[in-house]
C-alpha cells in the first residue's frame, strides 16, 4: 500500500497547497537542485530522475530565467568596480526599508518603486566592511592546509553578507537562491579573505589521490573535497529565507525535536530478521568515509561545547540551538532536566567565495577513499605511518601473547571524542576522529588498519625493491579499492535491495573494466544524506553489544551506552576477537521507527550520571539547522506521491505511527526528514523504505561515477590492470576477519547477515572458500623503486 496519489508535477502542487501556503513557500516548492555553486544541476537532475516510480522529476527552470547575472568578462580587475551592477533584480524595486521579514517569508506587498534595481559592487563592499566589524578573521594556516576552524569565520563573513544584502533589498526566496550564488565576489573586497584552494586552483592528474579530495576532479577542482558545501537536493528551507530554522508551514512553531523523538521514536526493540550488527560496524565506518560536518567545538577537549542551556542568553555561543524538553517528558522530568545542550554547524565558504544562505560544509572528502584509515590531510597521514615499510604505526600490546597489534593510542589531545575516567586511560588514534565513538567501530578500524599492513607486507615481497612511500600508496590504493568493492558487494545489497541498486546502476561489473567515470557529476556529500538518510543507523542499534567465543556460544554483553567512547575493553588480552565474533553473531534492531534509549535518552552519558542526550532529537534538529525542508518535499523530488493529509498517509506507514504524526505537527509538509523516512514501510528486499532509499543510492551513485579514481575504471593514472583489478574483485568482509583477527576460523560468507546453513554458512578460513587476492599481479619487473612524488595529484594554488 502506498501514499494516495495526488500528481507530482510542481504545478499540480502549488495550486493545491496555494489556498494555505505563503507565497514565500510556494516559490518553494517550484525550487531547482542547485549544486554549492549555486549553478542548477541539470545533470543531477536526470541522473536522480531514476526515481523509485519510474517518474521523470523535472524542475521548473523557467522560475529561475527571470534573474539576471550581470557579465563580468572583459573587465580587467583594477579593484573598483564601484557602481557597477553585481546583480540585476527582477520585479519591483525595493530600498532598505521594504519590510524584510514581510517580504521574505510572506511574500509581502509587491510593486514598491521600479524594477530593474540593482545590486552593486560597492553595495556588496559596504556590507563586507560592516561584516568585518563584526567578525574577526584569523590569518590563513601557513601550512596551506585549511581547517574547517580556519574556513568557518570565512563562511560567517559571507552569510552575514548575505543576511544584511537579503534584508536591504528584501530580497525573496529564488534571488537569496539563485541571484546571490550567481555574484563574482572576486570582484569585490571579499577576495580579500577568499581561501586560494577554494578560489583558484589548477590541478595535473595523478597516480595517487590527495587526501583531502582536491583535484580527484580536474575540471571542477574543489568537487568533493574537504571543507567545502554540502549539496542540496532540494532547496534549503529557512523561516528567515537564509538562516533561521524552519517554522511550520502554517507558520505556527514546529514540535520541539524532543517532543518528536520521544512520541515517535520509542524503544520498541523489535529485531531486523536478517541483518548482523556487523552491517552497524560496516555502515559506520562508511558513513565515516563520506562526511563529519564542520561545528564549533569547545576548546578544550574538542568534543560539542557543553554548556548551551546553563548560560544567560548574552554569554551563550552563537551557535547554541539548544532543543527544549518539555515538563511532562516521561523520562527527563526524573532529573529536572529541561533542556540539551546543541550547537549549529558552522556556514560554508562556497567555491569562488559566492554568497548565498546558510550552507554547512563537510570536512571530509564525499568520494570513498579511506580516509577512515588514512586521514584527511597529508601531514596527519604521516603522523599515522610507521615511516618504513609502508606500514602504519601500531601498538603491539599483546605482543607477548603472539597476538596481533592494536591501534596506537591517542596522546594527542587525549580527550577529544573520548570519555576517560583517568590520566593514565587512552582511546585509540586512526585516520578519523570518530574512531572511539562506540567500541564496535574502533573494531571495525584496527580490522582495517592491520589489513594496510597485511598488503603492504605482502607487496614487500613481491618487490623487494619498492621503498616505503612506494609500498604505503600502494597498499593505500588497494584498501581503497577493498572499501569500494564491499561497500557496493556487500553493504549496499543488503541495504537497498536488488531492484534499487539497479534503478541507480550500482551494481558493479564482475569482469573488464566499468567505463562510468563522468567529471559532470559532483561527489561532494548531500545534505539530506549527511543530516537525514545515512543516519538510518540510528535505528539499528542494539541495547547491548554481546561478545562471543570463536566456537559461536554467548559469553557476555555490555551497554550500549557504557561503549560509547570507551573503547577500553579492548586492552584486554583476546577481547577484539570476541567482540569481532559478536558482530558476526548478534542481530540488529529493525530499520524501523523505534530506537534503543542508550542512545535516545542516555547518549554520552557520563559516569556516574543517570542520563545522557538524545541522539533522535539531535537527527531532528540537525535537520532543521542545516535548512532541510519536511519529509514530504524528499518523497516529492523522489518521485514518490505526496500526502497533503495525514488520512492520505495511512497505508505507506502503520496507521499508529500517522495517528502520532497528526498529534504533534500540523501539516504533513512539516513531518522531519529522519521521522519520516525511518517510519516508512522498507520497500521488498531491502532494509530502507523508498525516501531513503532515493536519498541514499544518489549518495552512492554519485560516489562511483564521480570519482576519477574509482577502482573499476580504465585509462586513468590511477587504474589497475585487468588482471589486478580481477584481483580486488576478490576482496570479501569475511575474508579481513579471518586475515586480521588471532582466533576466529569459521566466518560465514556475508558477515552483515546471520549465518544459515544453506544461503549463508559458516565456512573456515583455510578452506579457500572465501577468496584471498594474489599479490604477485603487483609484481614490478623494473626493479626500481617508484617514488611518489612522480606520481601523486599535484596541485598548483594560482
Ligand atoms: C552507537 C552508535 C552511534 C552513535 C553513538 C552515533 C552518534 C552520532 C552523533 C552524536 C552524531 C552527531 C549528531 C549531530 O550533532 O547532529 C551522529 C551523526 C551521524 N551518524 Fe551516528 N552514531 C552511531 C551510529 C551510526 C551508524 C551505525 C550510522 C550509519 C550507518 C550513523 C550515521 C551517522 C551520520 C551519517 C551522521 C552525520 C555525520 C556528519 O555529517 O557529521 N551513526 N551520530
Redesign the pocket.
Known sequence: MRFSVFGSGAAVLDSRLAKFLPSFIREFQMSLVVDADGQPLCGTMSASAHSLTGNLIVGSLSVFTTLALVNADGFGFDGDFGNECALLLDGPGRTSSFDFNTNTIRGGPQGLGKSGQCITYDAINQAYTEARKRIHIPQPPTNGEWTGYDVAPIGELLLDISIQLTKNYGLTYEEVEKGLPRIDTSRTLIREVCPAFLANVECKPGKYRRYDGLCNNVKHPTWGSTNTPFTRMVGPLFSDGVSSPRISIRGSPLPPARVVSRTMHPDEGYHEHAATIMI?AF??F??HDF???G?PLDPVNKNEPEECCKRPPHLKNPYCMEIPIPEDDYFYRKFGVRCLD?VRAFPSVRPGCRLGSRLPF?TLTGVIDGNTVYGVKESFSRHLRSGFGGLLRMNPAFADFGLKELLPLKLNIPDEGCTRTNRSQFCFDAGEIRVN??LI?TTMHTLWAREHNRVAKALSEVNPHWNDETLYQEARRIIIAEIQHICYNEFLPILLGREVMEKFGLVLEKEGYWDGYDSEVNPSVIDA???AA?????T??PTSVERWSKAHKFIASKK?SNL?RRPYDLFRAGVLDEYIMGLLNQVAQAMDDSVTQE?TNN?FKKVGQNHGLD?VA??MQ?GRDFGLPGYMEFRKFCGLAEADTFDAMFGAMPNTTVNRYSSIYTSTWDIDLWSGGVSERPLPGSMTGPTFGCIIATQFSYARRGDRFWYELPNQPSSFTPDQLQEIRKARLARLVCDNTDLIDTVQLWPMVLPDHEINPRVPCRSGIVPSIDFTKWADPSGLPTGSAAFSSHTILK
Open positions: 552497524i555502515g559506520q562508511m558513513d562526511t563529519l560536518m561545528t546543541f563537510n565513538e562506540q567501530l544524506f549527511s543530516a545515512f543516519r538510518f543507523g540510528h539499528l542499534l550500549l560509547i542512545v547518549l541522539l539531535f537527527n540537525r
